[in-house]
């Protein structure tokens, strides 16, 4: 298991970058986490990562066409936001587990 530091902070990710305890999330650890993907968040990247962890934490199954249906962003803007894997990516900064959908 990989660990990164924040604010004082040990979280514990597991071997894909994921958050083992997804109640270690907050901005701050998006934040950090957002830098492995070389991504700089916006707030429109934050709206995105709370549907996200909404959604989680509702039981509900996430897909990038559900992202899309949000009114938040378009799939479009969900690829252009998280590049080169956005469910994957923004589920991984969200601090929620990799969804099924995703390889």
């Known amino acids: 298991m990989e660990k990164i530091e924040v604010k004082g ?3 514990e990710l ?3 970058g994921f958050l083992t305890d997804s ?14 993907e070389d991504i700089e ?3 429109k990247h934050f709206d ?11 039981g ?14 378009d799939i479009k803007g969900l690829y252009d936001l998280f590049p080169g894997g956005p469910l994957k990516k923004s589920s991984r900064i969200a ?7 995703c390889v």
């Open 9 to 11: 902070i040990s979280i």
């Open 14 to 16: 597991n071997e894909e």
């Open 23 to 36: 109640a270690q999330w907050n901005n701050d650890v998006a934040l950090e986490l957002a830098k492995v």
């Open 41 to 43: 968040l916006t707030e």
């Open 48 to 58: 995105v990562l709370n549907f996200l962890r909404d959604k989680h934490s509702a």
């Open 60 to 73: 509900e199954t996430l897909t990038i066409r559900k992202v899309g249906k949000s009114g938040i962003v």
């Open 95 to 101: 601090g929620i587990p990799k969804p099924t959908s």
